[in-house]
C-alpha cells in the first residue's frame, strides 16, 4: 500500500469573498499534494470553508440574509475560485455540514469525558473579526493587533477547557518531535508562549445560536474556533470511521498563516492531547501575503481577486508567480509590477522560448521528427542536480527553492544551445545530440514543474510528442535521463507564454 500523505489547509471565514491570500495558501497546498502525487504517494488533500461564529452572523444581518445564505453563497465563491486556480482538492468541506457536527461533538465530548472542560463564568475583550479574546497587554493602542479595530466586552458563563493543565504535555511533546512546527522561529514562537504559562479558555457561546450544539448542553454551542480546528479530524472520519482516522491522522500535515499559530500551534495539539489523540505530525507556517506593506483586508480594502490577475497571466501563471516569488515562510509583497516581470523573464523568455526555439530547429533541420537525447549530454547531470535539489525543496514546502531549481535546467538548456548555434549546423548526429538533450530538458521541465502549472505542462507535454500527462509520471524515475524516446512529432503550436507589456 503506499505511503499516505494528508495535507489540509486552513478552512476559510465566509463572511467576505476569497482574495489571492487565500488563494496563495491554497495553491501552495495544491502544488505540494501533486509533488507527492508524481511520488507515487497516497494523497489526501483537504480544504473548505469556516461558516459558524458570530462574525459570519453580522455578516449574514449585513446582507440581509440568514447566516446559512451567507455561509451558501460565499462557500459556492470559494469553490468556484479554486475550480478557476486549479485546485484538486481531495475534500471540501464546510463546518455547516453533519458529518462535522457529529465529529466536534465526539472530540470535544471525549475532552468533557476526561475531565478537561468545565462550566465557569467569563469576561473579557473580544475581537468579532479574529473570533477571539484578548487582554489588554496584547491590544494595539487599545485596539486589535491583528485587525487594528475595536474590541468588545464580553461577559457570559461558559464551558473552558483547561488548557494551563496542558503546558507540561505539550512541551513534552515539542521536544520529543521537534520538526512538528516548522519553520524552526515559529516553532520557537509556539514554546514561547507555552512557556510563558496558558490560561483555561473558553470554548462555547450562549449569547449566539449558530454553531454545533455542546452534546451535554444544549443552551450552548461551541465557540467557532473550537467547532473549526475539528475539520482536519472530520475529514477522515474522527468518530465514525477509526480505520479511515488511524490511517490518515499520522500521515497529517497543516499549512497555515502565521496569524493562525496560537490555535493550530498551542490550543489544537492541547485539545488533542486531553482527547487522547496524537497532535499532528506538522504544522508548516507561512508568512502574510502583503499588499503595499499590508496584510489584505476587509476593512483596508486591499483584497484582490484571484479572477483579476488570472485574466492577464492565466491560471499558471497565476499560480507559478505566487509558488516562485513568495518564500514560504516570509512575508511577501505583492505587486503587478513584479509578477510582470517574473512571468516575463521566466516564462516568456526562459521556458517559452526554449521551447519554440527547440521545436522550430526540429522541424527545419529534422522534419519536425524529435530525435532521441544522447546518454552522454553535458545537461544529464545538469538534470540530476536540478532533481535532487527541487524533490528537497518540495519536501520541505520550500516551492520557491524548488522552481528556482528547476529553472536552473531551463537556463542551462537555453545556454547548450547558444554554444552550440544548432540553427547554423548541417543536419547531422551533432544537431540531433543538441536537440534531443533539449528535448529531454522539456520532458523532465514538464514533470518537475507539473505540481505549479498542471495545464501548462500538459501541453508542453503534448507538444513533445508524448502520450498521457505529465502528473501521470513516477518520480524518481520520470526525472531520469533518456526518458524522451526519439522519433515523435514536435508541435511548435503558439507561444506557450505570450509575452505581456506593462499596462
Same mark, same amino acid.
Given at each position: ?13 465566509v463572511?467576505d469573498a ?6 496563495y @495558501?491554497t495553491?501552495?497546498g ?5 509533488w ?20 459570519i452572523?453580522r455578516?449574514?444581518?449585513?446582507n440581509?440574509?440568514?447566516?446559512l ?5 460565499t462557500s ?5 475560485a ?6 484538486s482538492?481531495?475534500d471540501?468541506?464546510?463546518? @455547516? ?7 466536534v ?6 475532552i468533557?469525558?476526561n475531565?478537561?472542560?468545565?462550566l ?5 475583550l473580544?475581537?468579532?473579526a ?8 496584547d491590544l ?6 491583528i ?6 466586552a464580553?461577559?457570559?458563563?461558559n464551558?473552558f477547557f483547561?488548557l ?6 505539550l512541551?513534552?511533546?515539542? @521536544?520529543?518531535?521537534?520538526?512538528c512546527?516548522?519553520?524552526?522561529a ?5 514554546l514561547?508562549?507555552?512557556?510563558a ?6 470554548i462555547?457561546?450562549t ?13 450552548h454551542v ?12 472530520t475529514?477522515?472520519?474522527?468518530g465514525?470511521?477509526?480505520?479511515r482516522?488511524?490511517?490518515?491522522w499520522?500521515?497529517?500535515h ?14 489544537w495539539?492541547?485539545m ?5 489523540v496524537?497532535?499532528p505530525r ?5 508568512g ?6 499590508e496584510?489584505?483586508s ?5 483584497q ?7 485574466t ?6 497565476y499560480r507559478y ?5 513568495i518564500?514560504?515562510g516570509a512575508?511577501g ?11 516575463? $523573464? ?11 526555439r527547440?521545436a522550430?530547429?526540429?522541424a527545419?533541420k529534422c522534419?519536425? @521528427?524529435?530525435p532521441?537525447p544522447?546518454p552522454?549530454?553535458p545537461?544529464?547531470?545538469v538534470?540530476?542536480s536540478?532533481?535532487r535539489?527541487? $524533490?528537497?525543496?518540495?519536501?520541505r514546502?520550500?516551492?520557491s ?15 547548450h544551445?547558444?554554444?552550440n ?11 540531433d545530440?543538441?536537440?534531443?538533450s533539449a528535448?529531454e ?9 507539473s ?5 501548462a505542462?500538459?501541453?508542453l507535454?503534448?507538444?513533445l510528442?508524448l502520450?498521457?500527462?505529465?502528473d501521470?509520471?513516477r518520480?524518481?524515475?520520470a526525472?531520469?535521463w ?10 511548435k503550436?503558439?507561444p506557450?507564454?505570450?509575452r505581456?507589456q506593462?499596462a
Amino acid at each position: 500500500m503506499a505511503r499516505p500523505f494528508y495535507l489540509t489547509t486552513p478552512i476559510y471565514y465566509v463572511n467576505d469573498a476569497p482574495h489571492i491570500g487565500h488563494a496563495y @495558501t491554497t495553491i501552495v497546498g495544491d502544488a505540494v499534494s501533486r509533488w507527492h502525487r508524481l511520488l507515487g504517494e497516497d494523497v489526501f488533500f483537504l480544504t473548505g470553508t469556516d461558516e459558524h461564529g458570530l462574525k459570519i452572523v453580522r455578516a449574514a444581518e449585513a446582507n440581509g440574509v440568514s447566516p446559512l445564505e451567507q455561509a451558501d453563497r460565499t462557500s459556492a465563491r470559494f469553490l468556484q475560485a479554486w475550480r478557476q486556480l486549479d485546485i484538486s482538492y481531495d475534500d471540501f468541506i464546510r463546518t @455547516t455540514e453533519p458529518r462535522h457536527g457529529r465529529a466536534v461533538g465526539a472530540l470535544l465530548q471525549a475532552i468533557y469525558d476526561n475531565g478537561h472542560i468545565e462550566l465557569d463564568s467569563y469576561e473579557g475583550l473580544y475581537c468579532v473579526a479574529c473570533e477571539a479574546y484578548y487582554v489588554e497587554a496584547d491590544l494595539v493602542e487599545g485596539l486589535c493587533p491583528i485587525h487594528r479595530r475595536p474590541v468588545e466586552a464580553f461577559a457570559e458563563e461558559n464551558y473552558f477547557f483547561r488548557l494551563s493543565r496542558f503546558r507540561q504535555p505539550l512541551l513534552d511533546w515539542f @521536544t520529543t518531535h521537534p520538526d512538528c512546527i516548522r519553520p524552526e522561529a515559529k516553532r520557537n514562537e509556539a514554546l514561547g508562549l507555552i512557556r510563558a504559562g496558558l490560561d483555561d479558555i473558553s470554548i462555547s457561546r450562549t449569547s449566539i445560536s449558530w454553531g454545533v450544539p455542546v452534546p451535554w448542553d444544549p443552551a450552548h454551542v461551541f465557540y467557532v474556533w473550537y467547532d473549526a480546528l475539528v475539520n482536519y479530524a472530520t475529514a477522515i472520519g474522527y468518530g465514525e470511521d477509526d480505520g479511515r482516522f488511524e490511517r490518515w491522522w499520522p500521515a497529517v500535515h497543516h499549512l497555515i498563516g502565521k496569524d493562525i499559530l496560537r490555535f493550530h500551534c498551542v490550543y489544537w495539539p492541547a485539545m488533542l492531547l486531553a482527547a487522547g489523540v496524537d497532535p499532528p505530525r506538522r504544522i508548516q507556517v507561512h508568512g502574510y501575503l502583503l499588499v503595499s506593506g499590508e496584510k489584505m483586508s476587509k476593512t483596508a480594502f486591499n483584497q484582490i481577486a484571484p479572477a483579476d490577475l488570472v485574466t492577464d497571466f492565466g491560471v499558471d501563471g497565476y499560480r507559478y508567480h505566487f509558488l516562485r516569488d513568495i518564500p514560504l515562510g516570509a512575508d511577501g509583497d505583492f505587486s503587478f509590477e513584479g509578477m510582470l516581470a517574473r512571468y516575463n $523573464a521566466d516564462l516568456a523568455n526562459n521556458l517559452g522560448n526554449l521551447l519554440s526555439r527547440v521545436a522550430t530547429i526540429v522541424a527545419k533541420k529534422c522534419g519536425g @521528427t524529435g530525435p532521441a537525447p544522447s546518454p552522454d549530454s553535458p545537461l544529464a547531470p545538469v538534470a540530476a542536480s536540478a532533481y535532487r535539489d527541487a $524533490a528537497d525543496a518540495w519536501e520541505r514546502m520550500a516551492t520557491s527553492e524548488a522552481l528556482d531549481a528547476t529553472w536552473r535546467l531551463v537556463r542551462e538548456a537555453n545556454a547548450h544551445l547558444e554554444a552550440n548555434e544548432p540553427w547554423k549546423a548541417e543536419p547531422g548526429p551533432a544537431v540531433d545530440a543538441v536537440l534531443g538533450s533539449a528535448l529531454e530538458v522539456l520532458r523532465i521541465v514538464a514533470v518537475l514543474a507539473s505540481p505549479a502549472m498542471p495545464g501548462a505542462c500538459a501541453e508542453l507535454w503534448r507538444r513533445l510528442g508524448l502520450t498521457g500527462r505529465p502528473d501521470d509520471q513516477r518520480l524518481p524515475e520520470a526525472a531520469g535521463w533518456g526518458g524522451y524516446p526519439g522519433g515523435l512529432p514536435v508541435d511548435k503550436g503558439g507561444p506557450l507564454f505570450p509575452r505581456l507589456q506593462p499596462a
